[in-house]
Each structure stands twice: as structure tokens, then as C-alpha cells.
């Protein structure tokens, strides 16, 4: 069985770019959360998705915005980049997202210059 | 989800059992306990959750204690393989996919 597939795998932009990155969950498995992670501030939820609608979202700026398509693939876009936007994004899976252990990919790394 | 308190590193010799503590005193009933580690430049990966009982798996061993203000995940034979940052978590019920991860406890497994 796949697991979590994220691409690209790494990422260079400059400020004021946009950027969209792309989540395949494992086959069968309908939620998917976006993490931003940063040597400052550790691992943070961004949103997830469930069944194409936004189920849960974390404290970011409306910079950063989601998307789940009908096979359960997600996508994460990023406009107007700051540099502050440097980090891991990390993708998780599960099948319904209640008290089940997530599944993460290995992450888009993008560095803003 | 409740508040969870870890050390901020560890060590541990090679072949020795590590024991991991976690401190989440305000738990509620119904909030299960995870534990996830995360290896340099990896994803986190799901080692092992329980709610009040002992649970056991492949990968390691979940004690919580019967108030279940506090758990210890145990790695029975640590290898430099299990060197990584352990996050334990103990999100409210019907969050989703929603985890608070904190800052977690660097293991250093040493040969």
C-alpha cells in the first residue's frame, strides 16, 4: 500500500511568489492535514480537509489557503510569500481523522528567498 | 486538547530499554494518549495511542497510569535507529485531523 505522497519534495521562490503544493493520502483514506513546521516554532496545523470541505483550520493568515479534490487529493497554496514562509509543509492522512492515528508524507521543503 | 509536558532531550544506551515520561494532568475522560516521533528531515510517524489501559505493539509499549495524568512510552531494546524527537499528544475528542504537536523529547541513543 502507498503511503502519503507529497511533491515536490523541495521548493525555491522568491518573495512575493505563490506557490502550490500537492498531498496524495493512502488509498482510501478521506482526511488530509496540511503542518508547517520551523526550527522556531515546531510543528504547526495549518487546516484539513474531509470529504472536499474544510473540516478544521489553525491559526495562519488567509495567505495560506487549501484545497481537496473528489479522490481525496490535496493541494495547499501559498500567495504573496514572505520569507517568514521557510519551512517543512507536511501532509497527513487518515481515514475519517477521528481519534486515528495520522499517516504524514515526507514534506515539501521551500525556502523563500 | 490537553496540555502535555515532556523533557526536552534524553539519552540512552544502545540495547537499553528507553523510557520516555509524559506529563498531561488536565486529560479528560475521553482524550486517548498518541505518541509520534519524527526522524531528522522525516515526517512524523504514529508509534503507538491508548485511553487507559497498557498497550503494546511492534514498536513499543504505552504505560498510563491509572489517573492518567501521566504515561511513559517505552522502547524495550533502543537502537540508533529509535535517535529522533518524541511527541506525545493528547488531542480533544472530535478534532480530526487537528494535532498539537509540542516540543517533544530528543532521544539520543548512544552506542
Known amino acids: 500500500k502507498a503511503g502519503v505522497t507529497q511533491t515536490p519534495r523541495y521548493l525555491i521562490k522568491t518573495r512575493g511568489q505563490q506557490v502550490t503544493l500537492s498531498c496524495s493520502p493512502i488509498?482510501?483514506?478521506?482526511?488530509v492535514s496540511w503542518y508547517q513546521q520551523t526550527p522556531g516554532q515546531g510543528l504547526q496545523f495549518l487546516f484539513e480537509y474531509f470529504s472536499e470541505t474544510q473540516r478544521n483550520k489553525g491559526n495562519f493568515p488567509g495567505r495560506f489557503s487549501g484545497r481537496q479534490f473528489s479522490n481525496s487529493r490535496s493541494e495547499m497554496n501559498v500567495s504573496t510569500l514572505e520569507l517568514g514562509d521557510s519551512a517543512l509543509y507536511l501532509c497527513?492522512?487518515?481515514?475519517?481523522?477521528?481519534?486515528?492515528?495520522?499517516?504524514f508524507g515526507s514534506g515539501t521543503q521551500l525556502s523563500v528567498l | 486538547d490537553a496540555k502535555t509536558t515532556q523533557p526536552p532531550s534524553m539519552d540512552c544506551a544502545e540495547g537499553r530499554a528507553a523510557n520516555l515520561p509524559c506529563n498531561h494532568s488536565?486529560?479528560?475522560?475521553?482524550?486517548?494518549v498518541y505518541w509520534y516521533r519524527q526522524i531528522h528531515s522525516q515526517g512524523p510517524q504514529y508509534i503507538i495511542h491508548?485511553?487507559?489501559n497498557n498497550e503494546t505493539n511492534e514498536m513499543a509499549s504505552l504505560i498510563i497510569t491509572e489517573d492518567r495524568k501521566s504515561s511513559t512510552l517505552i522502547l524495550p531494546h533502543a537502537t540508533l535507529r529509535d535517535t529522533a524527537v518524541y511527541y506525545c499528544i493528547a488531542p480533544s475528542y472530535n478534532q480530526g485531523g487537528k494535532l498539537i504537536f509540542g516540543q517533544g523529547t530528543e532521544l539520543s541513543v548512544k552506542p
Open positions: 491508548g485511553l487507559k
Open positions: 488509498s482510501g483514506h478521506r482526511s
Open positions: 488536565t486529560i479528560s475522560g475521553n482524550e486517548y
Open positions: 497527513a492522512s487518515s481515514r475519517d481523522g477521528n481519534n486515528e492515528k495520522l499517516f
